[in-house]
Each structure stands twice: as structure tokens, then as C-alpha cells.
């Protein structure tokens, strides 16, 4: 029997050439696609992946118990240096959002709130990379040339061939210590371009302790987000 097509939550089209398919936490379903793709192909690679996407529907309702699609309504709870905050709403206030125990969002602003929040992580992640960058460049001696925070959704940070670096804004939901592993692991790649044997020697060199952020960014990651 043929398996029912499954529901497409998001579409993201962009210059790549191949198809990517990713299952949220909250079950979402995210398609990434060529920009010239129609439809009919993006329906046909979902509908041959339907028995994968709903295995790994089950399995991570199994692992993120109780996650759902992002309301901005009192009560919800959004990470920051790896501990969660719950919004609260109050009536007016500038800036719009602020993180005093809770994060308070003013009530006229609810109904942008998640421009405000990626505003709010971005400029988080602006200062902590900031400043994690500035004291490793002068400890270790690296040549960063632009940091860019950005809106990536699958990659923690990216290191370009002009010694630019790009981190995503939901990096300041993580705790302190694994943003500095992203930040040691982008600074590594000024000095080697791949993930071969002497880049992780370079990051343990610089962060011996690296293997738990990793693993720990494993296992939440897929939470830091906004969705
Ligand atoms: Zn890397």
C-alpha cells in the first residue's frame, strides 16, 4: 500500500542543488530545495521519504516529549546560555523584549514576537562571540577578519575562505561553554580548512574538554530554536 504524502510544514528554497528533508522536534517538516525545483518534484522526494520522516516523527516525540510549535503566549519557555526563561507579557515597555528573571515581552509587541526574539539572540550572540574572539585571537594569535550573525537553522557556525566567521543567532541559547566550543571549533578552521586528525588536535589545544559540549549540543540542539 502507498503511503500517505505527509504534510509539508516549510519550504526553503535557495541555490542548492540537491534536496534536503528535515523532521523538527515538534514534528514540523522542513524541505529544503534547488530554486528552480516545481512542486511536483518537492511532493514526489517527500512522498518517496514518507516512511523515514514518519519513523523519525516518532522517534523524536519519544525523545523531545512535549514539544509543539511556538506560540509566544505566557507561560512558553525560550533558552538562554542554557537554562529556560518563561515569557511573561506586560504592558508596555521599551525595549520590547527583556530578560529579568523571566523573559517579559510588552504586550504590543506579541504579535511580532519572533522578530523580536531573533532581534534579542542576535545581538546576545553578537556580544558573547564578540568578546569570546577578542580573547581568544589574543591568546592563540588567529586572524579573524568579519564575524556575521546569521539565520542559519542547521549550522552552528561556517568559516568562509576570507577568515570570516558566521554563527547563527540561536547560538546564545546554548550554556556558555558550548558556545565557546563553536567559537574554538570556527577559530580552528583559520588554521585547518577540514576535520581531519590535526583540527580536533588544534581545538583540544585550545579546549581539552571539547567532546562534552559537543555531545551536548548533540542531544539539545535540535531544541535551541525558535520553531
Ligand atoms: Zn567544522
Not at 55 to 63: F, V, Y
Not at 67 to 95: H, K
Request: proline share 4%; aromatic share 10%.
Amino acid at each position: 500500500m502507498k503511503n500517505k504524502r505527509p504534510v509539508i510544514d516549510r519550504v526553503i528554497r535557495s541555490k542548492r542543488k540537491t534536496f534536503g528533508l528535515e523532521v523538527r522536534p515538534n514534528g514540523d517538516l522542513i524541505v529544503r530545495a534547488p530554486n528552480t525545483a516545481s512542486q511536483a518534484q518537492i511532493d514526489a522526494v517527500v512522498e518517496r521519504k514518507a516512511g523515514w520522516i514518519k519513523s523519525t516523527r516518532i522517534r523524536l516525540a519519544q525523545e523531545y516529549p512535549g514539544v509543539t510549535t511556538r506560540q509566544f503566549i505566557p507561560g512558553e519557555t525560550f533558552w538562554y546560555l542554557g537554562e529556560q526563561y518563561t515569557l511573561s507579557l506586560i504592558d508596555r515597555q521599551r525595549p520590547p523584549l527583556e530578560l529579568e528573571g523571566c523573559f517579559r515581552l510588552s504586550r504590543h509587541a506579541q504579535d511580532r514576537a519572533r522578530s523580536v526574539f531573533i532581534d534579542w539572540y542576535r545581538e546576545e550572540t553578537r556580544a558573547i562571540t564578540h568578546d569570546l574572539i577578542n580573547d581568544y585571537t589574543r591568546r592563540f594569535g588567529f586572524r579573524v577578519n568579519q564575524v556575521r550573525i546569521t539565520s542559519a537553522r542547521t549550522r552552528w557556525g561556517s568559516c568562509s575562505g576570507k577568515n570570516n566567521l558566521n554563527f547563527t543567532y540561536r547560538l546564545s541559547m546554548a550554556p556558555l561553554k558550548v558556545i565557546e566550543y563553536v567559537v574554538v571549533h570556527e577559530l580552528a578552521h583559520l588554521k585547518v580548512r577540514n576535520h581531519s586528525r590535526s583540527f580536533w588536535d588544534t581545538v583540544a589545544r585550545i579546549k581539552p574538554d571539547y567532546h562534552q559540549d559537543r555531545a551536548w549540543l548533540k542531544q539539545y540542539g535540535p531544541l535551541l530554536t525558535l520553531d
